[in-house]
T-cell receptor, first 113, second 112 residues
Framework: QQQVKQSPQSLIVQKGGISIINCAYE??????FPWYQQFPGKGPALLIA?????SEKKEGRFTISFNKSAKQFSLHIMDSQPGDSATYFC????????????FGTGTRLTVIP | ETGVTQTPRHLVMGMTNKKSLKCEQH?????MYWYKQSAKKPLELMFV???????ENNSVPSRFSPECPNSSHLFLHLHTLQPEDSALYLC???????????FGPGTRLTVL
């Protein structure tokens, strides 16, 4: 059973546009929701993370929106750039067994000039 | 770089071979992880070590055998693998007090 569901599988956005990736979860015990960015030939790297006590977190052009009642969270990339082209993974973990990160299946983002 | 190194970066092995993957972290972390990354699947957590003690084994087949001699080094010993074991194997580390995991670049494994 997949703990975190992610969509879309792939996304193509024009330079300067907004990229939106969505994730949903079922386990209400999750209390930490990170997004990881992975470039070809590299391992995933933490991009931004949110806890459920806030509905939004912004870091530069990257924003996480969190809807606790709907058990959904999303990543918004404003003013998307070709250098943002990568695979993005959402994830979730809970306080107990905090080492266990449950990942989504990933979204391959391509930003075209 | 993330401070987590993995060797080799690429490995091709036959089903009867024995090989080992190595991971080293230079971040002073006390938890280390092995993940399997296959196309169109979520990253699969395989093993977790906290302070050199294995705390998670997510139903991984015995043909994968981890070893953690100290907090900085992690190995994954491989023997009699199957073609479906071909994947990118990622190592990660974290500090006990932090949820953030730092990943290495991975070893691309191909089993013939």
């Amino acid at each position: 059973q997949q703990q975190v569901k992610q969509s879309p599988q792939s996304l193509i956005v024009q330079k300067g546009g907004i990229s939106i990736i969505n994730c949903a979860y079922e386990n209400t015990a999750f209390d930490y929701f990170p997004w990881y960015q992975q470039f070809p030939g590299k391992g995933p790297a933490l991009l931004i993370a949110i806890r459920p006590d806030v509905s939004e977190k912004k870091e530069g052009r990257f924003t996480i929106s969190f809807n606790k009642s709907a058990k959904q969270f999303s990543l918004h990339i404003m003013d998307s750039q070709p250098g943002d082209s990568a695979t993005y993974f959402c994830a979730a973990s809970r306080q107990t067994g905090a080492n266990n990160l449950f990942f989504g299946t990933g979204t391959r983002l391509t930003v075209i000039p | 770089e993330t401070g987590v190194t993995q060797t080799p970066r690429h490995l091709v092995m036959g089903m009867t071979n024995k090989k080992s993957l190595k991971c080293e972290q230079h971040l002073g972390h006390n938890a280390m992880y092995w993940y399997k990354q296959s196309a169109k699947k979520p990253l699969e957590l395989m093993f977790v070590y906290n302070f050199k003690e294995q705390t998670e084994n997510n139903s991984v087949p015995s043909r994968f055998s981890p070893e953690c001699p100290n907090s900085s080094h992690l190995f994954l010993h491989l023997h009699t693998l199957q073609p479906e074991d071909s994947a990118l194997y990622l190592c990660a580390s974290s500090q006990e007090t932090s949820r953030q995991q730092f990943f290495g670049p991975g070893t691309r494994l191909t089993v013939l």
